[in-house]
């Protein structure tokens, strides 16, 4: 009889925590793509325009009068001039340090490079069997290899004798 209490009981709790939904931000799994919160843009409500005429062709990828244009938007709310985006080019006060950061060359296919080896990093990490079972986070645990501890960094810079001037004194051993 208590036996079959016990399995009762534990049954009743496994149906509890199959039904917690938890989010899944920090609970991935190998190949699952996450909200992309810039894909999301507010667009202007639709209107007739008085002339058919002015709507321009539409073209794959092209505009439309709905679709916002979110830098001149900025650009115009701050109070400058929208149209000044129109030179897209590389100011001269800053070509000098484009041109050291890109000296080693660029890499045009990074993204797709690191994506694959982040989600051959995921396949590898992901979750346990327990993890499953409980539905628990597990983004801490995989990436945890990778993360710095900020106080030994800020050690390690400052008796090197890089200049902290904002963090605190290092700590006497």
């Given at each position: 009889?208590r036996t079959?209490?016990?399995?009762?009981g534990?049954?009743?709790?496994?149906?509890?925590?199959?039904?917690s939904?938890g989010?899944?931000?920090?609970n991935f799994?190998?190949g699952?793509t996450g909200p992309?919160?810039?894909a999301?843009?507010p667009t202007r409500?639709?209107a007739?325009?008085?002339?058919?005429?002015?709507l321009?062709?539409p073209t794959p990828?092209?505009?439309?009068?709905?679709?916002?244009t979110?830098?001149?938007?900025a650009v115009?709310?701050?109070?400058?001039s929208?149209?000044r985006?129109?030179d897209?080019?590389?100011?001269?006060?800053?070509?000098?340090?484009?041109?050291h950061?890109?000296r080693?060359?660029s890499?045009?296919q990074?993204r797709?490079?690191l994506a694959?080896?982040?989600a051959d990093w995921?396949?590898?990490?992901?979750?346990r069997?327990?993890?499953?079972?409980a539905?628990t986070?597990?983004?801490?645990?995989?990436y945890?290899?990778m993360a710095?501890d900020?106080a030994t960094e800020q050690?390690?810079?400052q008796?090197?004798?890089?200049?902290?001037?904002t963090?605190?004194?290092?700590v006497?051993?």
């Open positions: 009889m079959r209490a016990l399995v009762i534990f049954a009743a709790v496994l149906g509890l925590a199959g039904c939904g989010g899944t931000l920090n799994r190998s699952q992309d919160e810039f999301i843009l409500s639709l007739m325009p008085a002339d058919l005429a002015v321009p062709a990828g092209g505009a439309n009068i709905t679709d916002p979110p830098l001149g938007d115009a709310a701050l109070g400058g929208p149209d985006l129109a897209r080019g590389v100011g001269a006060s800053d070509q000098a340090l484009v041109a950061a890109g080693g060359g890499d045009p990074i797709a490079r694959q080896a982040d995921r396949a590898r990490n992901g979750r069997p327990l993890e499953r079972i539905g986070p597990v983004y801490q645990r995989a945890a290899p710095l900020a050690l390690r810079w008796r090197a004798g890089a200049i902290t001037s963090a605190p004194a290092p006497a051993d």
